[in-house]
């Protein structure tokens, strides 16, 4: 069913939308998937993402039914160095979605490192929570440990909690601490620092210490809000206990209907790259 300029809003949202939250494709994608006739409501072909769905709508892709909701979960994995995280690289480099153990279920990932960068990245089955916990608005900060050339000037790295300009691009307020065994080398060819920041654009580490005449030689993600990487090995997955997301996220926080979520074996999305 679609609305006309007089008409009230049909009840519930629009089908691009619900299919992203439920993580079954991007909303262009999903808007693609209409456009060659792969959608279907309620038993009829759709042909515009103008549609509008509810939970009771029978939706189906490419005949199979969108699976029943589930229980929103999220897990904690290692990313390697040299893993993009992306469904499909045109380049046929090796993705994180291709590496992870078979036994999870389609999962989309909450923010991006790049393929240089490793650490800590949190996947989960639910679209409206991996939105939420991205935007800066959440608060949730964003720890590195980060391996630079040379030494890094203490009043620069003070600037940076004001936030910093780089080739017309803002980024926001950067807390950047040197070790103490880096701080007492002053020309040491490598120094190492622990850095937060709560916006995460895309390369935004790298490009700052670039800035500051200080390549970043190695980018390691090591919080992200609550969840921490801890001892986790690279390659590994660990799924948080749901009592205990729950306890991170706040009553209302997990999604938009908590505790739900629909799922498809659609593509897995992401986004930042750091």
Known sequence: ???????????????????????????????????????????????????????????????????????????????????????????????????????????????????????????????????????????WPRTYRVRVRGCPDAAALARLKQGITVRGIHYGPIEARLDESSATRARAANSWLTVTLREGKNREIRRVFQHLGHSVSRLIRIAFGPFELGALPPAAVQEVPHESLSAFLGRGEESENPGKTQSHGGAPRSRRTQ
């Open 1 to 139: 069913m679609t609305a006309n300029k007089n008409s009230a809003r049909p009840a519930g949202e629009r089908i691009a939308k619900f299919l992203a939250r439920a993580g079954v494709a991007s909303r262009r994608d999903v808007e693609r998937m209409i456009a060659a006739g792969r959608i279907a409501v309620d038993g009829a072909i759709i042909s515009t993402p103008a549609t509008f769905v509810t939970a009771a709508s029978r939706i189906t892709l490419d005949g199979a039914p969108v699976a029943a909701a589930q229980s929103t979960r999220l897990w904690l994995y290692h990313k390697p160095r040299g893993l993009v995280t992306t469904a499909r690289d045109p380049q046929g480099r090796p993705t994180v979605f291709e590496k992870l153990p078979k036994h999870l279920p389609r999962v989309i990932s909450i923010g991006r490192l790049d393929r240089d960068s490793e650490g800590l990245l949190l996947l989960t089955n639910d679209g409206a929570l991996a939105r939420r916990l991205e935007l800066p608005s959440s608060g």
